[in-house]
């Protein structure tokens, strides 16, 4: 078995903890920063708590994002993607949550990215009601990764116009012509200067028109 690398940030969190040891709240919580990627859930659930308890007062900082950022070393975008996507879930699929408090899951524990997806859905797609219901069941009871959900659900509840997709390709042109003249461009290009020219300008004038 390899041997686990102990960051800096790890050996500062760690000896925060027993510093801490006597707030069991607050060393909680430092713990499950620490296995954010693997507790996201229950460290979001730990940050509400934190947040509406008001508790990073009597900890000595001047605010929530203060504590999050230099005792936790968490990103202010972070905690408010945590804290959104848990309070997403405490509205719409509380069972989830209820999973995460016991040993033994009836189901799979969605990670960040699915509850981010599900969110953006419900809160913003055009999916019907049924798609929905389809979406949350498929996303928190048969535990489908993000990736799983954009290919079976994205282009019902996030469709794209024509004029979206003209603009996606058009995008897509552009950055194709800008790595080939970046590669023409090249030491040692394998190409006769004179070609080479050509190609450059003919790049020129596909970036022109597709840019105007």
């Known amino acids: 078995m390899g041997t686990k690398i102990i960051t800096k940030t790890d050996r500062q969190m760690e000896d925060r903890m027993i510093a ?12 499950k920063a620490r296995a954010f ?15 509406e308890k008001r508790l990073w007062e009597k900890w000595g900082f001047t ?3 203060a504590y999050c950022r230099k005792e936790l070393h968490l990103r202010g975008s972070t905690v408010a993607k945590l804290l959104g996507s ?4 405490e509205s719409s699929a509380p069972k989830v949550i209820e999973r995460a408090r016991t040993d033994h899951f009836e189901a799979p524990i969605p990670s960040i ?12 797609g055009n999916g019907d009601a049924e798609t929905l219901r389809s979406l949350h069941r498929i996303a928190f009871e048969e535990g489908a990764e993000a990736p799983v959900l954009q290919r079976k659900f994205g282009e019902i509840v996030f469709p794209q116009t024509e004029r979206d997709k003209k603009e996606k390709l058009r ?3 552009a950055n194709v012509a800008r790595r080939l003249s970046s590669l ?11 070609l080479a020219i050509r190609i450059e300008e003919t790049i020129g004038e596909l970036l022109e028109s597709i840019e105007n």
């Open 184 to 194: 023409i461009a090249e030491d040692g290009a394998p190409l006769p200067k004179a």
């Open 86 to 89: 848990y309070r997403f879930l």
């Open 63 to 65: 605010d929530f994002d």
């Open 113 to 124: 990215a699915t509850v981010e997806f599900v969110k953006k859905a419900t809160e913003e």
């Open 37 to 51: 990627k693997r507790t996201w859930l229950e460290l979001a659930e730990a940050l509400s708590a934190v947040n």
């Open 20 to 31: 801490v040891s006597h707030d069991p709240e607050r060393a909680d919580t430092l713990q």
């Open 171 to 173: 995008g897509q042109i």
